[in-house]
């Protein structure tokens, strides 16, 4: 039996979409990865470009909200908002382990399109290894 992970972040645009995205991609057979916000806005196409360059492709994932998985149980939640935004990451009541780890939002990223893809760059590699070390190398917890 798959074992389920929420990642949580405020808009689910960018890093929680990413996160499940690349989850689903490198472990998909051992976990099912959703992602949401207590904000949701769209997903960020930025996001969706920096991951098709390492051969993920989330074009078809859509912000949720948190509420949307009211009722289900997860085995991890894990939210990223960063620690810039204390307070900001919503809770989710049905998690059987709660992991914060926090990852600076590469939309807040001022500049020039090139900075901006730079920072969500940056986000997604910091996203991969993470997340290889936590659930592809680090098995069931």
């Given at each position: 039996?798959?074992?389920?992970?929420?990642?949580?972040?405020?808009?689910?645009a960018?890093?929680s979409?990413?996160?499940?995205?690349?989850?689903r991609h490198?472990?998909?057979?051992?976990y099912?990865a959703?992602?949401?916000?207590?904000?949701?806005?769209?997903?960020?196409?930025l996001?969706?470009?920096?991951?098709?360059?390492r051969?993920?492709?989330?074009s078809?994932?859509?912000?949720?909200?948190?509420r949307?998985?009211?009722?289900e149980?997860?085995?991890?939640?894990v939210?990223?908002c960063?620690?810039?935004a204390?307070?900001?990451?919503?809770?989710?009541?049905?998690?059987k382990?709660?992991?914060?780890?926090?990852?600076?939002?590469?939309?807040?990223?001022?500049?020039?399109?090139?900075?901006?893809r730079?920072?969500?760059?940056?986000?997604?590699?910091a996203l991969?290894?993470?997340?290889?070390?936590?659930f592809?190398?680090?098995?069931?917890?």
């Open positions: 039996m798959k074992r389920r992970v929420l990642f949580l972040c405020t808009a689910n960018v890093r979409q990413m996160a499940e995205g690349i989850l490198l472990a998909g057979e051992r099912d959703a992602s949401a916000g207590h904000r949701p806005t769209a997903v960020d196409p996001a969706v470009d920096v991951l098709r360059e051969g993920v492709d989330i078809s994932q859509r912000s949720k909200d948190v949307e998985f009211l009722g149980e997860f085995d991890h939640v939210t990223l960063g620690d810039d204390p307070g900001s990451c919503p809770f989710f009541p049905g998690g382990r709660y992991v914060h780890v926090p990852f600076p939002d590469p939309a807040q990223e001022k500049g020039t399109e090139e900075e901006r730079a920072a969500f760059r940056r986000a997604r590699d991969w290894e993470w997340i290889v070390r936590e592809v190398e680090g098995g069931e917890r």
